[in-house]
C-alpha cells in the first residue's frame, strides 16, 4: 500500500508569485484534503476534492485554488504570494463511501514547506 | 462553529512514565469524532486514536487511551510507558460525525519531551 506523497518537500518563492504543491493520494482513497500549518500553529483547513471537485471550504482567498485529477491525486496553487503563506502544507487522502457515511480517517502527506521571501 | 482548546503548549515527562495531554472542545454537531495526531520534527502528521462521540467505551490503541469526558466536553490523551520516540508534538482535532467533507479543526498542540 503506497502512503500519501507530497513534492517538493521545500520550496522559495518570491512575494508576488504564484506556486504548485503536488500530492499523490493513497492508494484506494478517492478524498483529498489540503491543510495551511503556520509556524507553532494547528492545520487549518484549506478545501477538500472529491471525484475531481471542490466540496467543502475553509477560510481562505480564492487566490488558493486546487485540482484533482481523476486518479485522485492533487494539487494546490497558491497566486500572488504573500509572506503570510509561509507554512508547512500538508495534504491528506482518504475514502469516503457514500453508502456507509462514516468518519474515514485521513492520512496525510509528510508536507511541503514553503518559504515566501 | 467547532473548537479545540489545547492549554498545555509543552509537557515533560520522565521515560516509562504515563502522561496525560489535555484537550477540550466546543462544538454545536449532535455528532462529531475526535482525533489525536502525532507530529515529529518531519512534520508527517500521524493518525493516533479516534473517539466517536456516541461511542460508550473510552478508545484504546495499544500505548494510547483517550479520557472522554462528553459532559465536560474534554477528550484527554494518555500515554502510558512513555519512549522517547513519543517526543513529538501532539494535536486533538475535532470533525463532523460524518458526510464527505472531512475538514478536521485542530488544536494549537502540545510539545511532549520524553527524557531519559
Known amino acids: 500500500e503506497t502512503g500519501v506523497t507530497q513534492s517538493p518537500t521545500h520550496l522559495i518563492k518570491t512575494r508576488g508569485q504564484q506556486v504548485t504543491l503536488r500530492c499523490s493520494s493513497q492508494?484506494?482513497?478517492?478524498?483529498v484534503s489540503w491543510y495551511q500549518q503556520a509556524l507553532g500553529q494547528g492545520p487549518q483547513f484549506i478545501f477538500q476534492?472529491?471525484?475531481?471537485?471542490?466540496?467543502g471550504r475553509g477560510n481562505f482567498p480564492p487566490r488558493f485554488s486546487g485540482l484533482q485529477f481523476p486518479n485522485y491525486s492533487s494539487e494546490l496553487n497558491v497566486n500572488a504570494l504573500e509572506l503570510d503563506d509561509s507554512a508547512l502544507y500538508l495534504c491528506a487522502s482518504s475514502l469516503w463511501e457514500r453508502q456507509v457515511d462514516s468518519y474515514n480517517e485521513q492520512f496525510f502527506g509528510p508536507g511541503t514547506r514553503l518559504t515566501v521571501l | 462553529a467547532q473548537k479545540i482548546t489545547q492549554t498545555q503548549p509543552g509537557m515533560f515527562v520522565q521515560e516509562k512514565e504515563a502522561v496525560t495531554l489535555d484537550c477540550t472542545y466546543d462544538t454545536s454537531d449532535p455528532s462529531y469524532g475526535l482525533f489525536w495526531y502525532k507530529q515529529p520534527s518531519s512534520g508527517e502528521m500521524i493518525f493516533l486514536i479516534y473517539?466517536?462521540?456516541?461511542?460508550?467505551q473510552n478508545a484504546t490503541e495499544g500505548r494510547y487511551s483517550l479520557n472522554f469526558q462528553k459532559a465536560r466536553k474534554s477528550a484527554n490523551l494518555v500515554i502510558s510507558a512513555s519512549q522517547l520516540g513519543d517526543s513529538a508534538m501532539y494535536f486533538c482535532a475535532i470533525r463532523r460525525y460524518s458526510g464527505a467533507t472531512n475538514k478536521l479543526i485542530f488544536g494549537t498542540g502540545t510539545l511532549l519531551a520524553v527524557q531519559p
Open positions: 492508494s484506494g482513497h478517492n478524498t
Open positions: 476534492y472529491y471525484r475531481e471537485e471542490e466540496n
Open positions: 473517539q466517536g462521540s456516541y461511542d460508550q
